[in-house]
Structures are given as C-alpha cells and as structure tokens.
C-alpha cells in the first residue's frame, strides 16, 4: 500500500499527541497506585517507580532515532493503538504477576521491587518514551523543518489534563480499570480520525479492525477489576479506591481485616494491641477526660471508655475509612466519641482542645508524610496541646529477643527527639515498641497502675510481666545511642533510618545500584552536549524541586490532598507558557537560557529563604507560585536549547531524553539521599549548586 | 487461593478478545496470595568465601563433620548436609571452613539472654510456672518469612553484639536467676550445636533442665547426642505440606517428622507448634491428616499448640489467623484423639487452659503466663486421679 497525501496531518497529529499525554500520565499515576498496594510503600519505593518509568521513557525516546528511519503515519498510529492495549495489560501484569513471581502475602526487597517495577512498567514506558520524537519525526517528513517545541507544548497540554483529570475526577469515581478507559477513550478516538484517512477506502478494515481491538481490551479489561483484587485466603467484602491509597476489606471467617494499599491495618479480635495503644498512656493518667486518637479502630476506642474518659476526638485523614470501619464493626459509634476528619497534624496546628492524651496509631515513619509526626517540631506541638498531666504515646516496629544495631539507631533518635520536648519518655519494648512522653514522671508497672483504677485486661493482665520484664526496659534504656540525631521536619533521619532498616530485613545494599547510575551517568555525561547538559540539570532540578515542594508543603500545611494534587499539576502547567514564550522569543536562545539557569536559581534561594527564615509569610499558594514559575522556565528552556542545538531530528530526541534522564536522577536522588541524609536545607543548596554548575557550563561553552 | 474456572476464564476471554490473551493466560497463574506458582523454595544458600580467616574466641572446631574429598568437608549437623570448601559459610552462617577445618563462630557468645516463663516457650506440660533461663547465638539453618528473631537467625554471628557467656557461665547464671532450666531458643539452636551441647552437660550436672525450642531440623545423629541430655522440648511443625515448608520455611517436611518420632522413641517430653498461617496452613484437611499423623506415629500425649499468625518480617501482607478457625482445628486436633490441644496468641480463650482428658475438668488455669489455678497434684488430676503427660516435678 502507497501512503496517500495526508490531509491535515498537523492536527491529526496533534490529537494523538495531546491524547497520548492524558492517557500516559494517568496510567502513570494508577501505576505508582498499583505498586504501593503491592510492595512496600516507602520512601524509596515511590521514588524507583518514577526513576524507572522515567529512565526507561528516556530510552525510549533515544531509540526513536535508529527505530525513525522510515517514518511512517500508520508505524505511529499503530504505536499510539498498542499503547492503548498495552495501558490494562501492564496493569493486570503488575496485579497477577506477583502471585506468580513473589510469595503470596509477602513484602519484597530492594532488587526484586526494582527489578519488578521495570519489567513490568518498561514495555508501556518505553513506548511512551518513543512516541512522542517519533510523532516528530513523522511530522518533519511531512512538513519538512517542523518546530519541535510545538510537539513539546502538545506533550505537555496532554500531560497538564490528564494529571488535573486523574487527581481531580477519576481518583473520585473511578477504579483503576474505569480510569483507563476513561482516559484512553479520547486516545482511541484521535487515532480513529487519523488512522482511517491513510489507508485506501479498500483498506479501512485494517484501521477499523485496530480500533475495535482498543476499544474491547479497554472495555473487556474493566472485568477483570475485581477478580485480579481477590486475596488468597477469605472474601472480598469491600473495595475502594480514594485519593489516599486503595481500601480492601476482608473477611475469612469470623475475622474482618482491612488492607490499606496492601497492608493489614485493622482487624477484628486484637485485644492486645488495642490494650497496649491505649494503657501504656491512659494508665498513667489519673483522671483522664479528654483522650485524642490520630487513627484508631473500636478496640481501642472500648479500652479507651474503661478509664471513663468524657470525651474522644479520633482524626482520620481519609473520611472512607472511617465509614469502611464503621460498616463492618470495627468503629461503632459512641456519643463520647466525635470523628474529626483531616490530617492529624493540620488538626492539632488549628485546635485550641487540650487533652490529656494523644494516642498516634499510625504506620511506620518511612515516608516524609508519616516523618511529620516524628518530628521535634511536631512533638513540641502536641505539648502545647497536652494538659499539664498529659501524655503522648506513639509506637513503631519493634523487637522480640534482641535490637539490631539499625533498630537501636531508630530507637535512640526517636528517643532523643522526644526528650528535646518531654523531660520524661518511657519505652516498652515488645513487637510494637511503644513510646510514652509526658512532662512529668512514668511508671513501667502498666498492670499495677490499671490495677489501681480497677481496670481489667485480657492480655496485659496475664502476659504484660513475660514479655516486659523491667530488666527489658532498662537494657534498652542503656543501649540508647548518646549520639543518635534529633529527627526534625528539615531533617528526616528516620526516613533514612528506616530505608536502612528495610535494607537490613532483606539482606541487601544500595550500593550496586549507586554503582550502575554514577557509571550510566557518568557516561551519558561525557556524551552529552552543553544544551542537553542543562536540560538534563533542568529536569533533575524540577523533579527534585517538585519533590522539596511537596515534603515542605506537608509540613507547613498538612498532607491535604487536594492542595498536593494542585501542585503537581502546577508543576506541569507552567511549562506550556514557558515553552510558548520561548519559542516567540527563540532569537535570544542563549541569553534566555541563561537568565534560565539564573532565575532557577533565584526561585530555589527565595524558596529556601521563604521555609526557613520567613516560613509566617508562606502561604499555601506561595508553593504553588513557586512550583509555577519553576516549571516555567524549564519548559521555556526546552526551545531555546532546542535553538541553540539545531533544530534537526537527533538534537530534538536528545534533548527530550536529556530532560527525562535528569529527571529520572533528580527523583531517585532528591527523595533517597539528598533529603533523609543532608535534610532540606542542604538538599536546597545542593540543587542551587547544580543549577550554578549548569550556568558556568553554559557561560565557559559560549 | 482460587483459580479461575475455565468458564469464568471463557467469559472474560470473549470479553476482551485477543487483547485479553495475555491477562487470560496470567489469570490461569493464581491471585495475589498463596499462589501454588509462586517460587518453589526460599531454602538459603552457602555463602562462598565468607569465612573469616582465623577461628576467632568464640569459636570451636565443629562436631559432627564428615570430610569429603582435601579441604571440603560435609557438616552433619541438620538435612542440609552443607558441602563446605575452604573459606565457606554454611547456609545457617554460624559454621565455616577454615582451612580445612569445620569451626562453629557461635559459641559462648549469647546475644540474647532472657529470663522467661516456661509458658512462653510454650511448654504447657512441664514444671509449670517456672522460669527458664534463655539463651540464643546467631544463626538458623531456616528462612521463615515470618521469623520473629531475624534480627539474631539471618545474621552472621559476628554481626550481633553478645554477652560471652561460655557454657560454666550460662551455668552459673542459671543458678543465680535460679532459673529451673535453661531454654535454647529464640534463633536456631542447631546451628550452634557445640555450644548448646556444652551447656546443657553441664546443666545436667547442676540439676538444671535443658529445654530446645527449634524447628526440629536436624540429623538423626546430633538428635541422638542431644537427647542424652534434653529434658523437654518444644518442636515447630510448621505445616503438614512440604511445598509450603519450602516456600514459607526453606527446609522439608520429612527431616521434622523424623525428629518428632526420635524424640518420642527417646522418651523425651516435648510439645508441637503449629502456627497456623492464612493461605498456606489454614487447610482443614491438611490439618487433620497432621493430627491423625501425630496420634499414629507419637501417640495421643504429646501437646499440640496451634497459634494465631500476625502479620511480621517479610510475611506482613497476610491478615491475622481468625480465632474461629484456630477454634475449628483444635476440635479437629482433639477428635483424631490428640489429648492436650491449645490455642496460643489468643488471651482468654479456652485453648488456653489445660483440661482432664480423663473427667474434662479444668486442671490449670492460665492467665496468660499466670496461673490462676493448678489442679495437678503429683502429676495427676486432683479430680480423677488420671495421670497427665509431662513433666511436673
Ligand atoms: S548446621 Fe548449618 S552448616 Fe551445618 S548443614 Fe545445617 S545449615 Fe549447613
């Protein structure tokens, strides 16, 4: 068959590009969704997703130019219609794999997370990665000089809508299945434009056939939603998604358990841990009226009722477990007990309440989310709303007959960062280690105290003496490190504490990965030219901007979902005007560029200024402003560079890789290094020195 | 797990045509749990070249070593049988070649010393509220994916800090915590053989117990030597599947069941644990032929503990074991004709308490390690007179 003349072919082209872009970035964001049901939802893990989705999409889009070489409408067609297929199949992949590679109900280690996040996600990412210089590629064949800065504003105009689409509508009433097809339905149309008009009239079956095929994987791929959900053992009685992860309910037996992104966080008949959240600080407490709870289930709420408090206030972030909770009987409700829906720290920042205890139920402080409330910052917070008598009580994995040495770190640091705020802070070590702070004496004899206030229990009545012994307490007492450092909200050490901790459980080390990126690095820095040098800083920059941005806005804010989505999607909006802009004013390529380097640079100085020293004048739209204006420059550097590089077919691939390769690092290295080992303010600095190394680059070369 | 039938696959197959041959091939391949796909074996391997280049204070030239052929030896102590070359660490890390010779590194370096009570080895069945002194070196020759000692099983035992307590002085301080015995326990005893040997010839002398808490995966040989001076023992059986002993556990079913019949020919008090983990050791059928096994080939004395599973280690995206069920295979247990069966990790069950298999009185009473009443007088039923099996003295 000979190509026809294609009608139109700009815009045909434009549909599929600004498509792609909406259906690419909400597989991107189900993905991540999908991997943090499956493994370990740390710090770490989050941050290899996006480094290999982006590393590979970088490969990708070096391959468009060996692959490009007789380009071709109906390749590019047919490219856009396998990723549409591709989309649910990688998801299904991803669910039904890891029953077939990995033990059932178990968590995996650092090489095998690695490994299976790129397997899985590189088919679809590498493709991604390679339409979009190939749809330029295809276009300059057709109209010969054809600016790729404008397929770059495209990219970006289906970037922008499909992650404000996802963060903003389907994460609310979609599923994931429901949320691809929703997506991709604009993708099958765009294509289905295109494609019919460059076969013959005799042909069209074949486009025809093609589409049909998309269009009954995306549909026929939302029955396989539930089944792909079951567990191995008991029944699927409810599933949610919401904006803060995925929600399973299940029931084996005479047991409810709920799964929250994979893991058991409720479940009926526990009376031990319920006993120990709430006694280990009520028992301490003479008279205590008024209790609060960050995240809770009804055992603790009943334990809590034993010491006659008058009222309960329980912050849970996400309403929908609360009402998962309520339905299957893990919450009743109780007229002392009022439900507060919000972040538990926004909450504590905004009430005037004080209580005599503050109960924190929450997961292990692995992420920067969970950090905030491990902070001395966040500990000095409470204080002022405990009453004088007061207590906090929280508690994190702990051991059974012996502390490793990382174990004893995270230990010591808590420890050193609660007594910075509390003059006295008991341990009690068990599989949970429990830490209770106040301001004034405690007593480890837990059973004698509730004893005295003539409170039964079933597990701490009969095993509290065999499994905390005193000697226990005080053989940890002694093993504290003196040295440990004070977790704040600048400075995560926990979060690099407990990668380390993970590291330790599956007998592994980072080390052969840092070893492969300095080399792969190293060598595409040696290759590279000068324009790609400072996208490939640019895009290392934003992304570690982005991620500086969001782990700020937490700390300041509270973890609001709504606010984070919308600095994400400003993180994308401003590349549009910027790219927009500089291709108007490409004549100035290489000032543009470098007053580029120097605004970034400004922006981060005055973001840093903003955080630490006036952090009163830094309102929730100041980081959305910022956000904005750093992303549009970096979009606005793309063109010029484009310029300066030539606008031929090899300098427009390059440099869309070089952006995506310096993203992929500034992702892996701003959340896994940077952060939880220098802390935000050198994390700052250190991207500033980046940005000033790309600038005398830039000025040396000229 | 539930495999999707072929009408459900032939449905969901029409539904998304070709495009769905390659989730419909993997659907065939099992859910997110407890896939009969999933890997076949978590057994641990040798670690080649790891072995330190001296024996250092800690240390003793290893018993039970067969040579095999110049420098490498076989180490007889557990079925995996380790083929040893100079400069290699068994799969249990606490034994090495050196230079020839099979040295274990764990040997008078406690890293974890414990006064418990017998309870919570769990021995229900000897000496009752009594206090044991425990001790652990590094070292496991298993991989459980739910160990709750990883911090001292899967290490190297130069890795952990430790108390030197050589066997005299594990003596001593059980005389001075006026422990009743001494419980090996906690990793896995048999990987520091040597030391746990030492010590308990020793404690014998003294009068105190020896008590082995393990997974009972050991040689006939060694078993044989410990017998000699074992008092009481609690023994995992961790499942009655062999597939799941591999994939959970990383060792085999049949070396365990061995153990069991030694120690029961030998005489030997112990007790069985089966934790009862969902997905894999929640099988009413499996349970029940484990049950009629036991009552065939160890007799109907012999507690069985069944406990609740909590989602730890690496195993932490299982839900926790219902407490019916746990209910359920306890009445399976007693009606092959098992006499003494418990429920542990649940407080305030009824498997908590010992009761007469003669009248069906309530003999003990536990509140959690406490006992609220003790109605075994000289090792019978203060009711009936029937003898109970154990150790009570
Ligand atoms: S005891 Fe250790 S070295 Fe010996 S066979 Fe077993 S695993 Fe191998």
Same mark, same amino acid.
């Given at each position: 068959?000979?190509?026809?003349?294609?009608?139109?072919?700009?815009?045909?082209?434009?549909?599929?590009?600004?498509?792609?872009?909406?259906?690419?970035?909400?597989?991107?964001?189900?993905?991540?969704?999908?991997?943090?049901?499956?493994?370990?939802?740390?710090?770490?893990?989050?941050?290899?997703?996006?480094?290999?989705?982006?590393?590979?999409?970088?490969?990708?889009?070096?391959?468009?130019?060996?692959?490009?070489?007789?380009?071709?409408?109906?390749?590019?067609?047919?490219?856009?219609?396998?990723?549409?297929?591709?989309?649910?199949?990688?998801?299904?992949?991803?669910?039904?794999?890891?029953?077939?590679?990995?033990?059932?109900?178990?968590?995996?280690?650092?090489?095998?997370?690695?490994?299976?996040?790129?397997?899985?996600?590189?088919?679809?990412?590498?493709?991604?990665?390679?339409?979009?210089?190939?749809?330029?590629?295809?276009?300059?064949?057709?109209?010969?000089?054809?600016?790729?800065?404008?397929?770059?504003?495209?990219?970006?105009?289906?970037?922008?809508?499909?992650?404000?689409?996802?963060?903003?509508?389907?994460?609310?009433?979609?599923?994931?299945?429901?949320?691809?097809?929703?997506?991709?339905?604009?993708?099958?149309?765009?294509?289905?434009?295109?494609?019919?008009?460059?076969?013959?009239?005799?042909?069209?079956?074949?486009?025809?056939?093609?589409?049909?095929?998309?269009?009954?994987?995306?549909?026929?791929?939302?029955?396989?939603?539930?089944?792909?959900?079951?567990?191995?053992?008991?029944?699927?009685?409810?599933?949610?998604?919401?904006?803060? #992860?995925?929600?399973?309910?299940?029931?084996?037996?005479?047991?409810?358990?709920?799964?929250?992104?994979?893991?058991?966080?409720?479940?009926?008949?526990?009376?031990?841990?319920?006993?120990?959240?709430?006694?280990?600080?009520?028992?301490?407490?003479?008279?205590?009226?008024?209790?609060?709870?960050?995240?809770?289930?009804?055992?603790?709420?009943?334990?809590?009722?034993?010491?006659?408090?008058?009222?309960?206030?329980?912050?849970?972030?996400?309403?929908?477990?609360?009402?998962?909770?309520?339905?299957?009987?893990?919450?009743?409700?109780?007229?002392?007990?009022?439900?507060?829906?919000?972040?538990?720290?926004?909450?504590?920042?905004?009430?005037?309440?004080?209580?005599?205890?503050?109960?924190?139920?929450?997961?292990?402080?692995?992420?920067?989310?969970?950090?905030?409330?491990?902070?001395?910052?966040?500990?000095?917070?409470?204080?002022?709303?405990?009453?004088?008598?007061?207590?906090?009580?929280?508690?994190?994995?702990?051991?059974?007959?012996?502390?490793?040495?990382?174990?004893?770190?995270?230990?010591?640091?808590?420890?050193?960062?609660?007594?910075?705020?509390?003059?006295?802070?008991?341990?009690?070590?068990?599989?949970?280690?429990?830490?209770?702070?106040?301001?004034?004496?405690?007593?480890?004899?837990?059973?004698?105290?509730?004893?005295?206030?003539?409170?039964?229990?079933?597990?701490?009545?009969?095993?509290?003496?065999?499994?905390?012994?005193?000697?226990?307490?005080?053989?940890?007492?002694?093993?504290?490190?003196?040295?440990?450092?004070?977790?704040?909200?600048?400075?995560?050490?926990?979060?690099?504490?407990?990668?380390?901790?993970?590291?330790?459980?599956?007998?592994?080390?980072?080390?052969?990965?840092?070893?492969?990126?300095?080399?792969?690095?190293?060598?595409?820095?040696?290759?590279?030219?000068?324009?790609?040098?400072?996208?490939?800083?640019?895009?290392?920059?934003?992304?570690?901007?982005?991620?500086?941005?969001?782990?700020?806005?937490?700390?300041?804010?509270?973890?609001?979902?709504?606010?984070?989505?919308?600095?994400?999607?400003?993180?994308?909006?401003?590349?549009?005007?910027?790219?927009?802009?500089?291709?108007?004013?490409?004549?100035?390529?290489?000032?543009?560029?470098?007053?580029?380097?120097?605004?970034?640079?400004?922006?981060?100085?005055?973001?840093?200024?903003?955080?630490?020293?006036?952090?009163?004048?830094?309102?929730?739209?100041?980081?959305?402003?910022?956000?904005?204006?750093?992303?549009?420059?970096?979009?606005?550097?793309?063109?010029?560079?484009?310029?300066?590089? #030539?606008?031929?077919?090899?300098?427009?691939?390059?440099?869309?890789?070089?952006?995506?390769?310096?993203?992929?690092? #500034?992702?892996?290295?701003?959340?896994?290094?940077?952060?939880?080992?220098?802390?935000?303010?050198?994390?700052?600095?250190?991207?500033?020195?980046?940005?000033?190394?790309?600038?005398?680059?830039?000025?040396?070369?000229? | 797990?539930?495999?999707?039938?072929?009408?459900?696959?032939?449905?969901?197959?029409?539904?998304?045509?070709?495009?769905?041959?390659?989730?419909?091939?993997?659907?065939?391949?099992?859910?997110?749990?407890?896939?009969?796909?999933?890997?076949?074996?978590?057994?641990?391997?040798?670690?080649?070249?790891?072995?330190?280049?001296?024996?250092?204070?800690?240390?003793?030239?290893?018993?039970?070593?067969?040579?095999?052929?110049?420098?490498?030896?076989?180490?007889?102590?557990?079925?995996?049988?380790?083929?040893?070359?100079?400069?290699?660490?068994?799969?249990?890390?606490?034994?090495?070649?050196?230079?020839?010779?099979?040295?274990?590194?764990?040997?008078?370096?406690?890293?974890?010393?414990?006064?418990?009570?017998?309870?919570?080895?769990?021995?229900?069945?000897?000496?009752?509220?009594?206090?044991?002194?425990?001790?652990?070196?590094?070292?496991?020759?298993?991989?459980?994916?739910?160990?709750?000692?990883?911090?001292?099983?899967?290490?190297?035992?130069?890795?952990?800090?430790?108390?030197?307590?050589?066997?005299?002085?594990?003596?001593?301080?059980?005389?001075?915590?006026?422990?009743?015995?001494?419980?090996?326990?906690?990793?896995?005893?048999? %990987?520091?053989?040597?030391?746990?040997?030492?010590?308990?010839?020793?404690?014998?002398?003294?009068?105190?117990?020896?008590?082995?808490?393990?997974?009972?995966?050991?040689?006939?040989?060694?078993?044989?030597?410990?017998?000699?001076?074992?008092?009481?023992?609690?023994?995992?059986?961790?499942?009655?599947?062999?597939?799941?002993?591999?994939?959970?556990?990383?060792?085999?079913?049949?070396?365990?069941?061995?153990?069991?019949?030694?120690?029961?020919?030998?005489?030997?008090?112990?007790?069985?644990? %089966?934790?009862?983990?969902?997905?894999?050791?929640?099988?009413?059928?499996?349970?029940?032929?484990?049950?009629?096994?036991?009552?065939?080939?160890?007799?109907?004395?012999?507690?069985?503990?069944f406990l609740r599973f909590f989602p730890q280690y690496k195993l932490d995206r299982l839900p926790p074991t219902p407490v019916s069920l746990l209910t359920q295979f306890r009445q399976i247990a007693m009606d092959c004709g098992i006499r003494y069966v418990y429920v542990g990790n649940v407080p305030g069950h009824e498997g908590n308490h010992t009761w007469c298999h003669g009248c069906g009185k309530l003999l003990v009473e536990r509140n959690g390690y406490f006992l609220a009443q003790n109605n075994i007088t000289d090792g019978c039923c203060k009711f009936c007179g029937t003898r109970i099996p154990g150790v009570w003295g």
């Amino acid at each position: 068959m000979k190509n026809r003349p294609l009608p139109n072919i700009e815009a045909r082209i434009r549909d599929v590009v600004v498509a792609t872009g909406i259906g690419s970035v909400v597989t991107q964001l189900l993905t991540i969704r999908e991997f943090l049901s499956l493994l370990n939802g740390n710090e770490l893990v989050i941050a290899l997703i996006l480094f290999n989705w982006l590393f590979i999409g970088a490969v990708g889009t070096l391959l468009a130019q060996p692959l490009g070489k007789n380009p071709s409408v109906r390749k590019l067609w047919a490219a856009s219609l396998a990723l549409v297929i591709l989309a649910p199949v990688q998801l299904i992949a991803i669910r039904k794999l890891y029953g077939l590679i990995f033990v059932g109900g178990s968590s995996v280690g650092f090489y095998p997370t690695l490994m299976y996040t790129f397997a899985t996600t590189a088919p679809y990412a590498l493709l991604i990665g390679f339409v979009l210089p190939y749809s330029l590629i295809v276009l300059r064949k057709h109209i010969p000089g054809y600016s790729g800065t404008r397929i770059y504003v495209f990219d970006n105009m289906g970037d922008v809508c499909g992650g404000a689409l996802f963060s903003f509508a389907l994460i609310y009433f979609a599923t994931p299945f429901q949320a691809l097809a929703a997506s991709h339905l604009l993708l099958v149309a765009a294509l289905w434009g295109g494609y019919r008009t460059s076969y013959p009239k005799a042909s069209r079956w074949i486009p025809a056939a093609g589409t049909l095929l998309a269009l009954l994987v995306l549909t026929g791929a939302l029955a396989w939603e539930i089944p792909t959900l079951r567990p191995g053992t008991g029944r699927l009685a409810f599933y949610q998604e919401t904006p803060f #992860g995925r929600l399973r309910v299940i029931q084996d037996q005479d047991q409810t358990t709920v799964f929250q992104n994979g893991r058991p966080i409720f479940f009926s008949k526990n009376p031990g841990a319920a006993e120990a959240a709430v006694h280990y600080p009520l028992a301490q407490v003479a008279d205590a009226r008024r209790v609060l709870f960050v995240s809770a289930d009804q055992q603790m709420m009943a334990e809590a009722l034993k010491h006659q408090v008058a009222a309960i206030d329980y912050v849970e972030i996400d309403p929908a477990l609360t009402r998962v909770e309520q339905r299957f009987g893990l919450l009743a409700q109780h007229p002392a007990v009022t439900a507060i829906h919000q972040d538990g720290r926004q909450y504590l920042q905004q009430t005037q309440k004080h209580y005599d205890a503050i109960v924190l139920n929450l997961p292990e402080p692995d992420t920067f989310q969970i950090n905030r409330f491990f902070t001395k910052e966040f500990f000095a917070l409470v204080k002022t709303r405990l009453t004088d008598n007061g207590v906090l009580s929280f508690a994190v994995k702990g051991y059974d007959s012996y502390v490793s040495d990382v174990e004893l770190e995270k230990i010591s640091t808590i420890y050193h960062t609660a007594r910075q705020v509390f003059p006295h802070v008991l341990m009690m070590p068990g599989t949970r280690l429990f830490f209770v702070c106040a301001s004034r004496p405690l007593d480890p004899d837990i059973p004698t105290l509730l004893a005295k206030k003539n409170i039964s229990t079933a597990y701490i009545s009969g095993y509290f003496y065999g499994d905390i012994p005193l000697e226990k307490i005080q053989g940890l007492n002694q093993l504290i490190s003196k040295t440990a450092p004070v977790n704040t909200d600048f400075s995560p050490h926990l979060v690099r504490i407990l990668l380390d901790e993970w590291f330790r459980v599956f007998s592994a080390s980072p080390n052969v990965l840092i070893l492969l990126l300095a080399i792969i690095n190293i060598l595409y820095l040696w290759y590279i030219s000068k324009e790609e040098f400072v996208l490939y800083t640019t895009g290392c920059f934003t992304m570690g901007a982005e991620i500086l941005v969001i782990f700020a806005f937490q700390i300041f804010f509270g973890y609001i979902y709504l606010q984070i989505g919308l600095i994400v999607t400003v993180f994308l909006a401003g590349l549009l005007p910027g790219a927009i802009l500089s291709d108007y004013l490409k004549k100035f390529a290489t000032p543009f560029l470098i007053t580029g380097e120097i605004v970034l640079t400004a922006l981060m100085i005055v973001f840093l200024a903003g955080i630490t020293r006036f952090p009163e004048f830094m309102t929730g739209s100041s980081f959305l402003v910022f956000g904005f204006f750093v992303s549009l420059v970096c979009g606005a550097q793309f063109p010029a560079a484009l310029h300066l590089a #030539g606008s031929g077919r090899p300098a427009a691939i390059r440099l869309f890789s070089a952006d995506l390769m310096g993203a992929a690092l #500034g992702t892996l290295v701003t959340s896994i290094f940077l952060i939880p080992y220098v802390g935000i303010l050198w994390t700052a600095v250190a991207l500033i020195a980046l940005k000033l190394i790309s600038l005398t680059v830039l000025k040396m070369s000229r | 797990m539930k495999p999707v039938s072929r009408r459900q696959f032939i449905q969901k197959s029409a539904l998304t045509l070709a495009g769905s041959l390659v989730p419909g091939a993997l659907a065939l391949a099992g859910t997110d749990h407890a896939s009969p796909s999933a890997p076949a074996g978590i057994t641990g391997r040798i670690f080649k070249n790891t072995a330190p280049n001296r024996p250092w204070k800690w240390s003793r030239p290893a018993d039970h070593t067969v040579p095999y052929s110049d420098k490498t030896l076989m180490c007889g102590i557990c079925p995996h049988n380790c083929l040893l070359n100079s400069g290699d660490r068994g799969i249990c890390r606490s034994r090495v070649n050196i230079d020839g010779t099979l040295y274990t590194l764990a040997y008078g370096n406690a890293c974890s010393v414990n006064i418990d009570p017998v309870e919570k080895k769990p021995l229900f069945h000897f000496k009752p509220a009594t206090r044991a002194l425990s001790i652990a070196a590094a070292g496991c020759n298993f991989r459980c994916l739910n160990c709750q000692n990883w911090q001292i099983s899967q290490v190297m035992p130069e890795d952990v800090r430790f108390h030197t307590l050589f066997p005299e002085q594990v003596v001593a301080a059980a005389m001075e915590k006026k422990a009743v015995s001494i419980a090996y326990t906690y990793s896995e005893a048999i %990987t520091w053989f040597e030391y746990m040997m030492d010590t308990a010839r020793q404690a014998k002398e003294k009068n105190i117990a020896n008590l082995w808490i393990s997974n009972g995966y050991i040689n006939p040989a060694p078993l044989s030597e410990l017998c000699e001076v074992l008092d009481g023992a609690n023994v995992n059986l961790k499942t009655f599947d062999d597939a799941v002993y591999q994939k959970l556990n990383g060792g085999r079913l049949a070396p365990v069941l061995n153990t069991f019949k030694t120690l029961h020919k030998k005489n030997i008090h112990f007790e069985i644990t %089966t934790l009862v983990v969902p997905g894999y050791v929640d099988d009413a059928k499996m349970i029940q032929q484990m049950c009629k096994w036991i009552v065939d080939h160890l007799g109907p004395d012999h507690p069985l503990h069944f406990l609740r599973f909590f989602p730890q280690y690496k195993l932490d995206r299982l839900p926790p074991t219902p407490v019916s069920l746990l209910t359920q295979f306890r009445q399976i247990a007693m009606d092959c004709g098992i006499r003494y069966v418990y429920v542990g990790n649940v407080p305030g069950h009824e498997g908590n308490h010992t009761w007469c298999h003669g009248c069906g009185k309530l003999l003990v009473e536990r509140n959690g390690y406490f006992l609220a009443q003790n109605n075994i007088t000289d090792g019978c039923c203060k009711f009936c007179g029937t003898r109970i099996p154990g150790v009570w003295g």
